[in-house]
């Protein structure tokens, strides 16, 4: 069972470019999330998908677009990096239902570089 | 804005020792709780949760305590490991408005590094 996968696993990048980070789950979560987390710090939340087909920003959407391209799958994308965008990105997963709050289940990260 | 701190960046103790990690919460609306390791080139990994309406919850050598009257919430591990070693994470859901639900939308802590000596 591979649960959250990411890719790729490092990367960098130089000022301008543009970048899909990409995510998978198969645990038939309904929730995802995108998350950076810098040094000495916890995790922000970036973007989420309560849903297959609806997304809505989080704490620190500002440079990043996502897409929930169907249930198993979120993407973020960074259409012009910037060296403040360095940090290492975690997506997530959950089942969010009329129960209530369910754990959220997290990849391994990407660590993204701008140079 | 409202958050989730930890009173302690670090907490060094000896194997078989037991270890205790504090987190307080601000936001007097929050309904769930999470606590996550993570150890190096990791994501968090989810160890256990509590809903407000509980003030304790155990699992295997992990117990949770909710003291929701002063806002606080522990992670105590029996018997640490080193393989315990990691930094160690508390998050809080808000429940957003009579009824709603945030989905999922987790404010996390800073962190607490915990090292375990052999």
């Known amino acids: 069972n591979a649960g959250v996968t990411q890719t790729p696993k490092f990367q960098v990048l130089k000022t301008g470019q543009s970048m899909t980070l990409q995510c998978a789950q198969d645990m038939n979560h309904n929730s995802m999330y995108w998350y950076r987390q810098d040094p000495g710090m916890g995790l922000r939340l970036i973007y989420y998908?309560?849903?297959?087909?609806?997304?809505d920003k989080g704490e620190v959407p500002n440079g990043y677009n996502v897409s929930r391209l169907n249930k198993r799958e979120f993407s973020l994308r960074l259409e012009s990096a910037a060296p403040s965008q360095t940090s290492v990105y975690f997506c997530a997963s959950s089942f969010q239902g009329a129960s209530g709050n369910q754990p959220q289940h997290f990849g391994d990260g990407t660590r993204l570089s701008i140079l | 804005g409202e958050s989730v701190g930890l009173h302690l960046p670090t907490l060094s103790v000896q194997e078989g020792d037991n270890s205790i990690i504090n987190c307080a919460y601000s936001n007097s609306a929050s309904d769930y709780f999470i606590w996550y390791k993570q150890e190096s080139g990791k994501g968090p990994q989810f160890i256990i949760d509590i809903r407000s309406n509980m003030d304790k919850r155990q699992g295997q050598r992990v117990t949770v305590l909710l003291n929701k009257t002063v806002k606080h919430l522990s992670l105590q591990i029996a018997a640490t490991q080193p393989g315990d070693s990691a930094v160690y994470f508390c998050a809080e859901n808000v429940k957003l408005g009579a009824g709603g639900t945030s989905y999922g939308k987790l404010t996390f802590g800073q962190g607490t590094i915990l090292t375990v000596h052999p």
């Open positions: 998908s309560a849903s297959e087909g609806t997304t």
